[in-house]
Every structure is written in C-alpha cells, then in structure tokens.
C-alpha cells in the first residue's frame, strides 16, 4: 500500500475534489469523524466545509492547515468497504490525526479503487500536530499495515536490470524527455570518478554530455550541456541544458557525486569483481568482438575509444551488476588502453618471431635455446606503439617514450665494439652450423 501525503491550505478544494467526484457516483463517502453524514455516500460539500471551520479557530497561525491523504492498496487486494474504513481508520490513528476531524472517500473513477482522506493538522486549540518525520513514519505504518490485513506490498518498482533503459533516438522527434528517462535512470544507480568515466556511461544511450564555462555578473559559472549522438558518437541536434532536467544533473551534483563514488569504490572494493571478470574474458580470447561479446553476457559493458586508423586509445568498463563505471587503467595495467591494444592486435606478415629450436647436431637435452633476437628487437620492429594515429591517452604517451628510451639504449649497445665483435663471432658460429652457449 502507497500512501501520499499532500499538505495546503485550501480546505474547501479538497473538499470539492473529492464531493465533486462521488456526487457524480464515480465514488462514495465512507466515514466521517465530527463532520456531518447523512448516510448516503454523498457529500453536502458547503456543510462538511462549514463543519471543519468550527475546528479552525481564529487565532490559527498554521499557514497550512489541510491534510490531503490518498491510500492505494494493491490492484490484487480485494477489499470490502468494511475494510477499507477500517484500514483509514487506524492509517490516521497511528499517524496522530484519529481525533481529529475527517472524512474518508473511495474513488471508483479508474480500475485501482483507492481512498482519499480530508483532515486538519491542527487541534481545536489552535497548535498544530507534531508531524517530524511524517513521511517515513507513514512508510513504515503502511508496511505494518499490510502485514496486518495479509495486503500485497505496493512499493514502486525500482529500475533494475531486467528493466533496461533505452537509447535515445533523435529521429523519433522530442528528445528532452526520453533524455530526462535515461538521466534519470542512473543516476544515483551508477557511480564514476570522472568526466570520461561519465561520458562513457552516456554514450551507451546516444547521449554525451559537455562542460560549459562563463560569466554572469562577475561571477563564473560551470555547467553541463547534453547532447544526442549518431551511431558514429557524432553529436546532432540542439544541446539541452543541464539546467531543463534538473540540479542534480548539473556540475555541482556530478562533483559531489565523483567524490562520493570514489570513497565507496575504494572502501567496498567495488572494482575486483569486474576486473576478476574482465581478466578471465581476455585469457579465454584474443579476438576484439569476442571480448566485448564475452564481457556483455556477464552484465559488463566496454566502450572502447579508437583513432582514425583503429587504434585504441582508452577503455572503460561498465559493470552493471555492481553499477561502476571504471576506466581500464583503474583495473590495472592488463586492461589499460595499450595492453589492450596490444593484446587484441595480430602478428603482422613477414614480421621474425623468436622461436627456439635445437640444431640438427645438437643433442635434445630438453634445455631450449635462445635465437639471436631479443623481445625488445621484435617489440621495436612490429611498429604497434609508434606515434601515428593521433592518440591522446596520457598512459600511451608515456609508454611511446619508453619503447623510444629502449630504442636509443639498443642503438648505444650496437655501436659498442665489445658487442660488435660478440655478434660477428656469433655469425661465424651460425656459419659453422653450432650456437655459442655462455654461461
């Protein structure tokens, strides 16, 4: 059972909404409390307004004194009108307002036959009724109540997985609302450390989303600007405001937000899972489609971001089962951009692989031995971390500069003469058809 709790000051709209209603027989008074009944499930609106005056005496200060309730049980629950009173009845009794005067209404006007109550929140004296904490004092006599009376529970359903949220289709005419859904779906549902992590999140919905800066008055300002995007993450039509949906989608929230995400990441461990997860996919295969595939029937998500010519950049993971967004190098450095890159990419044609085999007249004694190339040659040669492709990721810069560190370090070894003369021995040896093993 929901019940709604509204609080104003017009005590004869209340009274005309609900008479007004069950006068046209789309309902029917159930039971009053110092208020006038004639017992015939009609309403004398004037009266009933004339008889809940009497209990507002003139030195009132509550500035809203009408209490507009509405109870709604579960569709399956089939009640009498015997039940229903009783139910209201001690709905505002453990509220604090069963001595206070009131009138109780069932509407019949849709298929969910629910109750409405008028009453006043304040006493004949003029003080007004402790109301600290009337919401979740309500929750929790609503729940009462339905363990009481053997009542279905009826909590609104909170969006789940099962319950997926839609991509936003600009085709299909007014986006603000169907962007609303998707804002509103996960927010508080997801937790993410930065813009990127935020970006990626969005883009799972045809959304991407901008930080905006500027001046009013003297004063700076930073805000959000949401934008519907293509098939390719190409932004297209008129970006809407932050502001058109809400504060709590704005740049103060989405601060407030990445610091809360982060402290409940770090403490509850949040990430292992997902990397446990992304880590058993990656051994299982080398395949690119394959991955993401594998990854997606586990409740994971990955947005890769690539270059022109393909190469990946940046990766983050959206783990919908524990709701966090973490960019791959959080996860370590297995699931970083360039391990990625690397892992996914195919050994290029015509390209020396270091292999260990025993010469024809050199006896098996199960020992391998080593070819003249070295991982660092073949790392060099295979061309996978040089500079084309525009990358930006500051991971991958970094490990560009290392791969040309190692470069420079191999050209300084090859102009030595010490190892100049080792591998021109080395050469004479091959020719001899016999490997020069040093210990």
């Not at 015997?82 to 209404?105: D, K, M």
């Not at 190339?373 to 040669?381: C, E, K, M, N, S």
């Amino acid at each position: 059972m929901v019940a709604k709790i509204n609080v104003g000051s017009s005590l004869y709209g209340a009274l005309a909404y609900n008479g007004e209603k069950i006068n046209e027989g789309q309902g029917r008074l159930l039971a009053t409390h110092k208020i006038f009944d004639e017992g015939t499930g009609r309403l004398d609106i004037r009266r009933a307004a004339e008889d809940f005056a009497r209990y507002l005496p003139e030195q009132v200060r509550t500035l809203k004194p009408v209490v507009h309730i509405s109870l709604n049980p579960h569709p399956d629950d089939c009640l009498t009108d015997t039940e229903l009173t009783a139910i209201a009845e001690e709905y505002l009794a453990r509220l604090g307002y069963g001595g206070q005067p009131y009138a109780i209404f069932k509407h019949e006007d849709i298929d969910r036959h629910h109750l409405h109550i008028v009453t006043l929140c304040v006493d004949e004296t003029g003080r007004k009724i402790g109301d600290s904490f009337i919401h979740r004092r309500s929750k929790n006599i609503t729940r009462a109540l339905e363990q009481q009376y053997g009542l279905h529970t009826a909590e609104r359903k909170r969006q789940t997985q099962a319950e997926p949220l839609r991509a936003v289709d600009a085709v299909a005419g007014d986006v603000k609302r169907p962007v609303g859904n998707v804002l509103k779906g996960i927010s508080g549902r997801y937790k993410f450390q930065t813009l990127g992590e935020y970006r990626a999140l969005l883009s799972l919905y045809n959304l991407t989303v901008e930080e905006c800066r500027g001046e009013v008055r003297g004063r700076e300002y930073r805000g959000f600007v949401y934008s519907v995007t293509d098939d390719r993450s190409e932004k297209i039509g008129t970006p809407l405001k932050a502001s058109r949906f809400g504060k709590r989608y704005g740049y103060e929230a989405f601060e407030r937000w990445c610091a809360a995400s982060k402290e409940q990441i770090k403490e509850r461990k949040l990430g292992d899972m997902t990397k446990a997860t992304a880590m058993a996919a990656s051994r299982r295969t080398k395949d690119r489609a394959e991955f993401i595939a594998l990854l997606k029937a586990k409740g994971v998500d990955v947005v890769l971001r690539e270059t022109d010519t393909g190469r990946i950049y940046g990766a983050t993971f959206i783990d919908h089962r524990t709701g966090c967004v973490l960019n791959g190098s959080r996860l370590g450095k297995e699931l970083s951009a360039n391990a990625l890159q690397t892992h996914f990419e195919p050994p290029h044609p015509g390209i020396p692989v270091s292999i260990s085999l025993p010469l024809s007249d050199t006896p098996d004694t199960g020992q391998q031995v080593q070819t003249p190339f070295d991982d660092d040659t073949i790392a060099g040669g295979w061309g996978l971390f040089t500079a084309e492709g525009g990358a930006t990721d500051a991971e991958e810069q970094a490990f560009m500069r290392e791969m040309q560190r190692r470069k420079k370090k191999r050209m300084k070894r090859q102009n030595n003469p010490f190892f100049s003369q080792f591998n021109t021995h080395l050469y004479e040896a091959e020719q001899r058809g016999r490997y020069v093993v040093t210990s």
